[in-house]
C-alpha cells in the first residue's frame, strides 16, 4: 500500500526529511510513499514560490538512491488551483520527470478557504463557492488526482465546528465526479480528516459512492502527512470505507500513469 499525499519540509508548512518520511511509512508498513510537497500561485498565499525543484530532486534521488529499490519513492507535487494557472502549470509539470500530481483547490472565489474570510458570506455560500471552483479544476486542471475533494468541511469544522449535509450538493458534486471519470482523473481518500475534527476522511461515503455508481475506478490514499508519525494514518477506516463504497482495487501511479492495480 502507498501514501500518496505527503508533505516534507519542502513544503512551507512542514518541516521534516524525506528520509524520515521513508522511515516513517517502512514502520506503517507501507510500500511507498508519494512526496506531494505544495505548489502555489497565489501571491498571498505562503507557499509561493517556495519549492525549489532542484533541492527537492537532490534529496530525493539520494534517498532513492540509499532505500536502493527495497522500498518505492515517487516525485510527486500538490498543485493549487492549476486551472487558474494553466501556464505556470504546464512550465512547473514540464520541468522535472513526476511521477504523480495532485490538483487542490485550496483557494475559491479568489479568498484563502481555510481562512474566515471565505466564509464572510456564509456556510452555505462557501461551499456554493468552492463547489464552483472545484467544478473548474475538475474540467480543466492538469492533475492526475484530485486532493481531499470535499475540504470545505474540513475547513468549516476546524474555523466553526460545524459541517453541512453534502447531499444538499449532490448536483454539483456528480458534475465534477463525471469530469473526473470523462478526463481520466482520479479520486483520494483522504484521511487528515479526523486531526481536524471531522468524523472520518474525506471526502464521505457518499461521495465515494457515487463516484463509483457513475463508473469511477482510479482511488487511491492519502494521509496528507505534514509530520513523519502521520504517515498511513487512519488507512485501515479507508480501506473500509472503500470497501464499502463498492471499490476493490487501488491505483498506483509511475511516470503520471497508473501502472498497476492494488488489490483492497
Request: with cysteine.
Amino acid at each position: 500500500m502507498f501514501d500518496l499525499h505527503t508533505h516534507t519540509h519542502h513544503s512551507c508548512d512542514a518541516g521534516a526529511s524525506m528520509l524520515e518520511f521513508v522511515a516513517a511509512a517502512q514502520n506503517a508498513g507501507l510500500t511507498g510513499i508519494a512526496f506531494t510537497d505544495h505548489v502555489e500561485w497565489m501571491p498571498e498565499d505562503e507557499a509561493y514560490n517556495y519549492l525549489q525543484l532542484d533541492a527537492f530532486f537532490a534529496e530525493l534521488e539520494a534517498v532513492r538512491a540509499q532505500v536502493n529499490g527495497a522500498f518505492t519513492l515517487l516525485a510527486g507535487v500538490e498543485i493549487g488551483n492549476p486551472h487558474n494557472y494553466p501556464a505556470e502549470a504546464a512550465a512547473l509539470l514540464a520541468a522535472a520527470p513526476w511521477d504523480y500530481v495532485i490538483g487542490s483547490a485550496h483557494w475559491h472565489g479568489g479568498k484563502p478557504g481555510w481562512r474566515p474570510i471565505a466564509f464572510a458570506q456564509g456556510m452555505e455560500a462557501s461551499y456554493q463557492s468552492y463547489f464552483e471552483e472545484l467544478t473548474q479544476l475538475a474540467a480543466h486542471g492538469d492533475f492526475d488526482v484530485v486532493g481531499h475533494f470535499d475540504i470545505v468541511r474540513r475547513d468549516s469544522v476546524m474555523l466553526f465546528k460545524q459541517t453541512l449535509d453534502l447531499t444538499d450538493f449532490a448536483d454539483p458534486i456528480r458534475a465534477v465526479l463525471r469530469s473526473l471519470i470523462a478526463r481520466g482523473k482520479g479520486l483520494e481518500i483522504n484521511t487528515s480528516g479526523p486531526s481536524y475534527g471531522l468524523p472520518g476522511p474525506l471526502p464521505d461515503l457518499n461521495v465515494l459512492r457515487w463516484y463509483r455508481e457513475l463508473g469511477g475506478e482510479i482511488l487511491v490514499f492519502g494521509s496528507d502527512a505534514h509530520k513523519p508519525e502521520h504517515v498511513g494514518r487512519h488507512f485501515a477506516v479507508a480501506r473500509e470505507l472503500a470497501l464499502t463504497a463498492g471499490f476493490t482495487h487501488l491505483a498506483r501511479f509511475a511516470q503520471r500513469q497508473v501502472v498497476e492495480w492494488i488489490p483492497l
